[in-house]
């Protein structure tokens, strides 16, 4: 069993590079599969969710060459299968993404019933009425998604709630559709817009992802043959600014797209912290004890639900009482149990939790429930005074491309030990 093992308190210093995205990257490289040819795709984390992605690619029949840690090149000429590698579509939430892109590709794919973090209910009836209004059944097959197409053709799909991985997964199925597809009520991330530029890329046309109403007109085919470079990662950058603030540091956060992260940027000034934006760096930095904040998560550009754990330690080490709402998912404070053990005194229930503000958290062994509050408890180790281990690492590896090699350059006493 792998386990972080963290000696604190430490301010975080220094510089840091911020990867690509990791929620975009897990939707461009099934969108490969839209492609009839050759592209390469630079700037991906090499992550636990990016390599099982091209494992499942390759499954499909996509042959994939690695040039290095951070650049493929994806050749998808010989899609010869339709049904994914079940076991490994399970593993992850954004293994939906398979369906859109296939159904667009093959007109019929079979993977398992996504998984992911245990944030609570994570439906996708969105994304199937989204399939289905473009003409293809989806049925669910003893755990299971199978679904088929003699054709798809363009319609209009209102989303009855902003869901980031139906906007994207209507948007990957209504690329090769025929005709129109409009999709209103659509969600704005910053991701989104980047999975529209690759496709335009590759030969797409879609026009106004990041708007409330994206229109893809069907094409009869996507080429490939570019390079595209994927857009910098919000929630580490935000992971970074946060960890700044909490631990009383100063650094500077490169490679990152302000603009994604005023939200958070607001916030920080609010609570007392510094923000000072110079291009594509973001440097923050925070010398006295935080000011009590509430905060309410919500579709961006609102304050994003995967920075919520990371804001909560700054909050549990705040001045006052802050009270935190979560609006997306309905099972996000588990983390808050593990902080209670380091001395934090949060009451959470539903989705709401209240922060009591304390002087100290304390190092304790703690586990990491799901990959943000995973990130929440390095932030909250490194600003604890003792020794803290966290386990349950593969929800971080998933999500954040050497987590404790970034955090060591910036100070932080952190190790990786099997036991
Ligand atoms: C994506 C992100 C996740 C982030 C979330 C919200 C990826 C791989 N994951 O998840 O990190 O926390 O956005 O920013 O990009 N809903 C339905 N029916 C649906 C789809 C969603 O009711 O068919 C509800 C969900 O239960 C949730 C809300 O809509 O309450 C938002 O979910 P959604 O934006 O779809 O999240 P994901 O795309 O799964």
């Not at 992260?261 to 000072?276: D, P, R």
């Amino acid at each position: 069993m792998e386990k972080l093992v963290i000696t604190g308190p430490t301010p975080l210093k220094g510089e840091i590079f911020v990867s690509g995205a990791k929620n975009s990257a897990v939707a461009i490289l099934p969108a490969t599969l839209l492609i009839d040819g050759i592209c390469t795709i630079k700037n991906l984390p090499n992550i636990s969710d990016v390599r099982i992605t091209c494992e499942i690619l390759e499954g499909l029949g996509a042959k994939i060459n690695w040039i290095d840690k951070n650049t493929i090149e994806v050749d998808t000429r010989d899609i010869n299968n339709t049904i994914a590698p079940i076991d490994l579509t399970r593993k992850f939430r954004a293994s939906y993404y398979l369906i859109g892109s296939m159904l667009g590709r093959k007109k019929e794919i079979e993977v398992g019933l996504p998984g992911g973090c245990n944030l609570g209910a994570r439906p996708i009836d969105q994304h199937i009425k989204g399939f289905e209004a473009l003409g293809a059944k989806v049925e669910i097959i003893s755990g299971n998604v199978c679904a088929r197409a003699e054709k798809l053709i363009g319609n209009t799909v209102y989303m009855d709630m902003v869901s980031v991985g139906a906007t994207i997964n209507i948007m990957l199925a209504g690329v090769l559709a025929e005709g129109t597809t409009i999709i209103d009520n659509a969600a704005k991330e910053p991701h989104i817009v980047d999975i529209a530029n690759f496709l335009n890329t590759m030969g797409a046309d879609i026009r106004g992802a990041g708007t409330d109403t994206i229109k893809i007109n069907g094409v009869t085919k996507l080429k490939g043959g570019q390079t595209y470079s994927v857009v910098p990662d919000q929630i580490e950058a935000g992971t970074f600014m946060l960890g700044a603030v909490a631990s009383r540091g100063d650094l500077i956060i490169k490679n990152c797209v302000p603009e994604h992260l005023e939200c958070i940027t607001a916030k920080i000034l609010e609570i007392g912290g510094n923000v000072e934006i110079n291009g594509d760096s973001i440097h923050v930095w925070c010398d006295t004890k935080p000011n009590k904040a509430n905060v309410k998560t919500l579709p961006y550009p609102g304050f994003p639900t995967d920075l919520q754990p990371q804001i909560g330690v700054v909050l549990s080490l705040a001045d006052g009482t802050s009270i935190i709402n979560e609006s997306i998912w309905e099972s996000r404070f588990q983390y808050t149990n593990e902080l209670n053990k380091m001395g934090a005194k949060i009451t959470a229930q539903g989705k709401s939790a209240i922060f009591e503000g304390v002087d100290n958290l304390y190092g304790a062994s703690v586990y990491s429930t799901d990959l943000r509050a995973g990130a929440a408890l390095i932030i909250a180790g490194v600003c604890a005074t003792g020794t803290t281990e966290i386990y349950n690492l593969h929800h971080i590896d998933r999500g954040y491309e050497n987590i404790e090699e970034k955090f060591r350059l910036l100070g932080a006493n952190i190790e990786r030990i099997i036991e």
